[in-house]
């Protein structure tokens, strides 16, 4: 993988969180007020899932790089 095609992957994630942002708000403040149907519930579960693997894998990728450009 190439630093330039890491930059676009980055891109491209930073441009579906601008498009899902409010719609993840929305179902985070009906969570809070425990106003969730079951659908929405399974949306906002799914969504958590995506964003805690999406985490990691851009840790992964940063820890990939830092270790390719120390050696």
């Known amino acids: 993988m190439e630093k330039q095609t890491l930059a676009q992957l980055e ?5 579906v969180s601008r498009d899902l942002a409010p719609r993840v708000e929305e179902l985070a403040r ?3 007020q425990g106003s969730l149907t079951p659908e929405e519930h399974k949306e906002y579960a799914e ?5 805690d ?4 894998l851009k840790l992964e990728a940063e820890d ?6 120390a050696s």
Do not use: E, P
């Open 64 to 69: 990939f790089w830092a270790m390719r450009a």
């Open 11 to 15: 891109a491209a994630l930073d441009a």
């Open 47 to 51: 969504v958590v899932r995506l964003n």
């Open 53 to 56: 693997m999406l985490s990691v």
């Open 30 to 32: 009906k969570s809070t």
